[in-house]
């Protein structure tokens, strides 16, 4: 609490302090500092959220920087929800939180961003990734009732993937299926798709890989991946 305390004062609240509780539950509460107040709250009370310069905003945003580079990554959402909740509006900054929500299985804060902005956007993805990479276990239960509502094949190819984490292949080769009919045109649904057959040995895995290699080029991050294996497969 004390490091906390400090990066508040350093943002520019120098009368902050700490207020002892009885209990705190990391999982189920606000597990970041601005969580917890609307923005109308925030808006009529000024001494919980002031206003923060234009210079402040550069510093807290470059602060945030800092943190997630270090790996301090509930620092960097700090920074983050101090942003929000002095009115400072951006989506690349949302984006980022709801990520980093993910990474710690925060769903209750994500959601009440992502339900904020009506679902609209990419928040709903961040949240998904993050929660995917850091394996979280909660993912498949909190993501249900978005995944089959979910046209881009985004959350199916990541549900696909939170199974093959957890080998289990048969339901990630579903989902990673689905992923491809609801979007063939999307090149990560289709290399997703054609790994999961090669690793099932299925000759399918190969034409895949063609679909994919002709809709990108050799600047695409995927290219020289999946022209090798093409070529290892046509050996």
Known sequence: MKQSLQKIHEAGYADAFVVKTNSFNMKNNKIFTGAGKTKKEITQNKNITPSISKHNKSDLL???????QSGDEMGAAFYF???????YENQKIKNNLCYLYGKSGAWPQAKELIESERYKGKLIYAYAYGA???????YYDDM???ISADDSGRLMMLSGYYFEKRDDMQRALSFYKIAYEKNPNDIYNIFAYARALDIEQNEKAKSLYLEALNKIDASH?????IKKRFNELGE
């Not at 929800?81 to 009115?87: A, F, K, V």
């Not at 991050?221 to 991946?225: C, E, H, K, P, R």
């Open 62 to 68: 470059l602060k945030a920087q800092r943190a997630y």
């Open 81 to 87: 929800e101090m942003l929000l909740n002095s009115g």
């Open 132 to 138: 995917v990479e850091s394996n979280q276990d909660s």
């Open 144 to 146: 249900l009732p978005y």
């Open 221 to 225: 991050q995927l290219y020289a991946i």
